[in-house]
Nanobody, 115 residues
Framework: QVQLVESGGGLVQPGGSLRLSCAAS????????MGWYRQAPGKQRELVAI?????TYADSVKGRFTISRDNAKNTLYLQMNSLKPEDTAVYYC???????????WGKGTLVTVSS
């Protein structure tokens, strides 16, 4: 089992910033895809950003969010700037394990953007 543990969620005012982290239990060289999804109340889970061979962002976060990874720390990040109330959601780390092609999910971290 690949373990993914998110951190960094919390309450922030509109226009503020948060940085989410996802620590993986395996070397991320062994993961051929890593990304962030989110799910807001009453909505389906949606892709926020993902790294496969290149980086892809949802249109709603382009220019505001940046996905990155640190191979030495086996950690994925999501830097979120200019946050909006519409960004309120549970954010989930995602990874695909190269060895078996299976999908793995973290338990999620809640981001609440509110004044």
């Amino acid at each position: 089992q690949v373990q993914l543990v998110e951190s960094g969620g919390g309450l922030v005012q509109p226009g503020g910033s948060l940085r989410l982290s996802c620590a993986a239990s395996v070397g991320i060289f062994s993961l051929d895809a890593m990304g962030w999804y989110r799910q807001a109340p009453g909505k389906q889970r949606e892709l926020v950003a993902i790294i496969i061979s290149s980086t892809t962002y949802a249109d709603s976060v382009k220019g505001r969010f940046t996905i990155s990874r640190d191979n030495a720390k086996n950690t994925l990040y999501l830097q979120m700037n200019s946050l909006k109330p519409e960004d309120t959601a549970v954010y989930y780390c995602y990874a695909r394990y190269r060895a078996n092609g299976m999908d793995y999910w973290g338990k999620g971290t809640l981001v609440t953007v509110s004044s």
